[in-house]
Nanobody
């Protein structure tokens, strides 16, 4: 059974940084596509970043140059480094394993002064 557990969310001021972590179990993250999504308050869930099994990376246009998705195969972890955070980045962030149709429980990120 594949499980994803996010952590690292919190309250940060505009311009600040956070690193989200996704602990993966039940499958090897380095051999599968992994993704991050987010759901802003009152809005639908949206794609943020994706890393393919071959390490091809894609980003939502509004986070390009600010967010970085990465993974550590030894630890079976996926990360989302978020820099220069803006109030529009406030959302619940979810880790996703597309091939397994699996989501984590989400971690709240709030960007406010």
């Amino acid at each position: 059974q594949v499980q994803l557990v996010e952590s690292g969310g919190g309250l940060v001021q505009p311009g600040g940084s956070l690193r989200l972590s996704c602990a993966v179990s039940g499958m090897r993250s380095e051999f599968n596509a992994m993704a991050w999504y987010r759901q802003p308050p009152g809005k639908q869930r949206e794609f943020v970043a994706r890393i393919s099994a071959l390490d091809t990376i894609e980003y939502l246009d509004s986070v390009k140059g600010r967010f970085t998705i990465s993974r550590d195969g030894d630890k079976n972890m996926v990360y989302l480094q978020m820099n220069s955070l803006e109030s529009e980045d406030t959302a619940v962030y979810f880790c996703n394993a597309p091939s397994y149709h699996t989501w984590g429980q989400g971690t709240q990120v709030t960007v406010a002064s």
